[in-house]
């Protein structure tokens, strides 16, 4: 794999800078999750988990097909075809636990869960903050920088403009 360029940090990319916008995004939620799942009360916790499995079922299910139709074959093309297949599997690994969470998660919105269904959910958002923490680190060490390389103006342009149709 190349060495990431020196703009590792702000993408120069539209297409990167909009994928970079949603991982800030999902930390800083997955932040506030984390705080209501160490310091924070049953209450505190249902009213986060909503919104996040809104964004979860919906945000994160759009991104990953974007990066695996549209960026994972640019990578493959520019012989950095390991990166992108470790990607799509942890794609398939955090989608697992989306999976898993969404009925507790909807539960929990309507009313507090008892404890087995508790602890279950407690357990499902710290492996997707393990998961999905690690992840975009990877994507923003190694995929972004990379497709701020390997993408011309128009590929970007037409690459954004679609992400953003959705």
Known sequence: MRE???H???PSRQ?????DEEHRALLEMLGRVEQAL???????LARLVGPLQHHLEHEVGRHFDFEEQQLFPLMADAGDGDM???????????????????????????????????TLLK???LELLERQVSHIQKETMALLPLLDD???EE???RLAFEYAAG
């Open 4 to 6: 990431p360029s020196h």
């Open 8 to 10: 590792a940090m702000t």
């Open 15 to 19: 297409v990167c800078r909009s994928l």
């Open 38 to 44: 160490v310091r924070g009360t049953a209450a505190d």
């Open 84 to 118: 992108a297949a470790l990607l799509t599997e942890e794609h398939g690994h955090i989608r697992a636990v989306v999976a898993e969470l969404a009925p507790l998660a909807r539960a929990a919105t309507v009313e507090a869960l008892a404890p087995p269904a508790a």
């Open 123 to 125: 357990q499902l958002l």
């Open 150 to 152: 390997l993408l011309d």
């Open 155 to 157: 590929t970007d342009r």
